[in-house]
T-cell receptor
Framework: EAQVTQNPRYLITVTGKKLTVTCSQN?????MSWYRQDPGLGLRQIYY???????DKGDVPEGYKVSRKEKRNFPLILESPSPNQTSLYFC????FGFGEPNTGELFFGEGSRLTVL | AQSVTQLGSHVSVSEGALVLLRCNYS??????LFWYVQYPNQGLQLLLK??????LVKGINGFEAEFKKSETSFHLTKPSAHMSDAAEYFC?????????????FGAGTRLAVHP
């Protein structure tokens, strides 16, 4: 089954304790991206990757890191989480990548709800 | 810069009634427009998209949307609401011509359907 898998789905942590949210897709997609969803704000892009080893900042990258060492995986790293990073996080992927116009559907994972105390 | 405004954070309709969810966009380039639906505790799922060509776009589950350039609108409609349509709906616009590096989402509209 074609899917985007995120883990963990739910996490409660404390300020300053490093954490990683993993994201994996099995559709051989070039493009991957992370969004956060907050009430009244919709979804805002954190980082995106057009291809392996190619990443770029979205609209709200502060406090986050990403890496794209393999095509299928795109982990989101919070080096020192703070309460303002409490949110619902979505990983998404689509077929097209670097050098091609991305006109395709974004496929979303089921979300990871993070609470930072 | 591109932006999306969804009018009405909550919409309530009766089962069988017309569904109309409003989306207006601002874009300095020919936009690509999308509607996504989010069911409780799930990720977003594409309902339909407009890229080029026919301005009336049909999607899944009986939804459709019409791109109106003169009104900078992309409203989502369904002739007859079903209980299963209760969800949150997001309109989105591409950030560049001919494609996107990111989709810019509206704040969402939560649709309630009552018997």
């Amino acid at each position: 089954e074609a899917q985007v898998t995120q883990n963990p789905r739910y996490l409660i942590t404390v300020t300053g304790k490093k954490l990683t949210v993993t994201c994996s897709q099995n559709m051989n997609h070039e493009y991957m991206s992370w969004y956060r969803q907050d009430p009244g704000l919709g979804l805002r892009q954190i980082y995106y990757s057009m291809n392996v080893e190619v990443t770029d900042k979205g609209d709200v990258p502060e406090g986050y890191k990403v890496s794209r060492k393999e095509k299928r995986n795109f982990p989101l790293i919070l080096e020192s989480p703070s309460p303002n990073q409490t949110s619902l996080y979505f990983c998404a992927s689509s077929l097209f990548g670097f050098g091609e116009p991305n006109t395709g559907e974004l496929f979303f994972g089921e979300g990871s709800r993070l609470t930072v105390l | 810069a591109q932006s999306v405004t969804q009018l009405g954070s909550h919409v309530s309709v009766s089962e069988g009634a017309l569904v109309l969810l409003r989306c207006n966009y601002s874009s300095s380039v020919p936009p690509y427009l999308f509607w996504y639906v989010q069911y409780p505790n799930q990720g977003l799922q594409l309902l339909l998209k407009y890229t080029t060509g026919a301005t009336l776009v049909k999607g899944i589950n009986g939804f459709e949307a019409e791109f109106k350039k003169s009104e900078t609108s992309f409203h989502l409609t369904k002739p007859s609401a079903h209980m299963s349509d209760a969800a949150e709906y997001f309109c989105a616009v591409s950030d560049q011509p001919g494609g996107y590096n990111k989709l810019i989402f509206g704040a969402g509209t939560r649709l309630a359907v009552h018997p």
